[in-house]
């Protein structure tokens, strides 16, 4: 019996972090967005995107690098996109971001059903990555088989939380982004680029967000399903207020939403006697109940949905 | 990153004309960029819309399946509308029509034997209420905590798919049936056809009622002043003494409420029996999209009365030509899928250029 809670634990804490890791790079993306003032609700037709052009690229070229770098590429333009119609046209920024999520679940769906898979035919696979163990970390009790023995992408997810806080609150881009999100009158002003700045920020959330989908459909899985991000996003949406705009909160965040999330998944497969369907609306409610949670004492970006266009 | 040297101004203040052109202008671009698709496909890009069109309006019955589809998408997109009017994101329709659609569901087979005059009424109320019930949550919890309605709505939709999927995987489901789904609804619940033969029915006069309901509130009412004079801004309009909460509430009721009946004629129209997840993650067998649909639908309709019919119908259109493209041509029958995206973000720009112009100027 001891063992089998041992065993309970390792899987469910390397879980976590598995589940963690695309809503984490996602919600980092997000942070950039709209600490510099944009909304993107694009993200979740963003991730649809990298889920399926990195899996098609893999599965057509072999190359799993090959496929991560096409989804960040892919995300990127996406960004821009977004950037395109936000930033320079001043479109309302809810509309925009659910253009954006359109235009990414439906391509996806329709380029997923053209090169890869006809109606009725059988999805196919790819060989997605593989944990990797660190070398003398590895060897860790209870870390080792956890942190230390992930695909690369949970590294890289990992890692970029520090990066990403020395950029917000170390380095000149980061004051900049945030004076742009706070008040843009005033630092054009003060001789900052608004416009490339929000442009800037939205092709990182586009990239970050692509990559988070790329995880889904080579890393979780093999294989891509229309939709199968599942609501992700969204979760980035609501991740990003409970953190507060700061990743190393939003680290505390996705960590918590990838255990819940873990916590459905260990018990659909230790097979517990509970309805999994049941189970699996829990990561759901939860994202709610943390949002409704910290709601009240967020405090937003002041130029957060606010289109800056100079006058004169 | 250099921009170029563009001058963007406000035009004076756009004639109708230039409110219809661009518009209608971007939806044209939008469908030469479905053209490029259609053409990725390897299919002669007039040939793939010949079929996509001649399938949707080409003969009685083309028209018929498209009034068909035309139904729930006028119902989820005018109830996407209304929320929208006042700034209340709502993108829960999806999960407000399977919830209609699944109280629906209970009354419908647990009345066998109960006569049409009593039970259609009963199920479309209880569809309503349950709909709206759904929708209420995230506006309270807009209204009491400031949460966000796009995350609770979007969030909301997974939420109920996956209580219809252990409904009719678990306790609801019909034993005699190969796959999963509930027992078919009383005879007598069924909503009846127009025209025998065509699968247009009673559920299209429902959806024509709630259009020009709709259109009533917004022209007609204080209401409807009040919900225009929420959505342009709440602080103002709280100034003027309008109860923005009760116009939230209020709206998301009769929102949710809308879609919620839009879940009832998926069931009592199309299916006949409750449905769990379908294929495209995120939607319900039952409702097919449709909710989602509906938030295209009111943006492309510009969330005016008037134009969420006709973007409905356009809707239809493309649904239904799809499917009857991907029969005669094999280009993949998601088409419409992609074209909403491709449509919603040339109208961005159509909205752009009919307000502003742009002007080169030197230096």
Known sequence: ?312 | MRFPKLKVEKRPLPDLKTKILWPVLSILIALGIGAILIAAAGVDPLTGYYHLFSGALGDVHAISETLWRFTPLLLTGTAVALAFRCKFWNIGAEGQMLIGATVATFFGVSFIGTPSWLLIPLVIISGFLAGALWAVIPAILKAKFKADEVVTTLLGNWIILYFVGYLVEGPWRDPTSLWPESPAIAATAVFPRLVSGYRVHIGFIIAIFFAILFFIVLRKTVWGSQIKAVGANPRAADFMGIKVTRVLITVAILSGGIAGIAGVNELCGTHLHMKGLGFFGGTGELSWGYGYAGVFIAMLGGLSAIGVPVAAFFMAVMIQGSRAMYRATGVPSPFFYAMEGIILVCLLLGIFLTYYRIRRVKG
């Not at chain 1, 469910?12 to 993306?29: C, I, K, N, Y």
Request: hydrophobic share 55%; with cysteine; glycine share 12%.
């Open chain 1, 1 to 312: 019996m001891e063992i089998l809670t041992y065993t309970f634990f390792i899987t469910f804490l390397a879980m976590t972090f598995r589940m963690a890791t695309p809503v984490l790079l996602g919600t980092l993306g997000e942070a950039f967005a709209e600490r510099s003032g944009i909304l993107n609700l694009g993200i979740e037709g963003i991730m649809l995107v990298g889920a399926s052009i990195g899996f098609m690229v893999t599965y057509f070229m072999g190359s799993l690098w090959l496929g991560i770098f096409t989804a960040a590429f892919m995300g990127l333009l996406m960004g821009l996109l977004m950037a395109f119609l936000s930033v320079t046209l001043g479109a309302q920024q809810h509309v925009a971001g659910l253009g954006i999520t359109f235009l990414g679940t439906g391509l996806s769906f329709f380029l997923y059903r053209l090169f890869v898979a006809p109606e009725g035919g059988v999805p196919p696979t790819i060989v997605p990555f593989r944990p990797v163990e660190i070398p003398g970390l590895s060897g860790i009790p209870v870390l080792g088989p956890t942190i230390f023995t992930q695909p690369v992408l949970v590294y890289l997810a990992l890692i970029l939380v520090p990066i990403v806080g020395f950029i917000f609150y170390r380095t000149t881009l980061g004051l900049n982004l945030t004076a742009v999100g706070q008040n843009p009158k005033a630092a054009d002003t003060a001789g900052i680029n608004v416009f490339r700045i929000r442009y800037l920020c939205l092709l990182i959330a586009g990239a970050l967000a692509g990559i988070a989908g790329a995880w889904f459909s080579m890393a979780q899985s093999s294989q891509f399903l229309p939709g199968m991000t599942m609501g992700r996003g969204w979760v980035c949406v609501a991740l990003v207020i409970f953190a507060n705009w700061s990743p190393y909160r939003i680290l505390g965040g996705a960590l918590l939403f990838g255990g819940i999330d873990a916590l459905q998944t260990t018990f659909a497969a230790l097979g517990v006697a509970f309805p999994y369907r049941i189970l699996q609306m829990l990561p759901y409610i939860f994202t709610i109940v943390i949002l409704v949670a910290v709601a009240r004492r967020a405090t937003y970006p002041a130029a957060l949905l606010q289109p800056y266009r100079r006058e004169g």
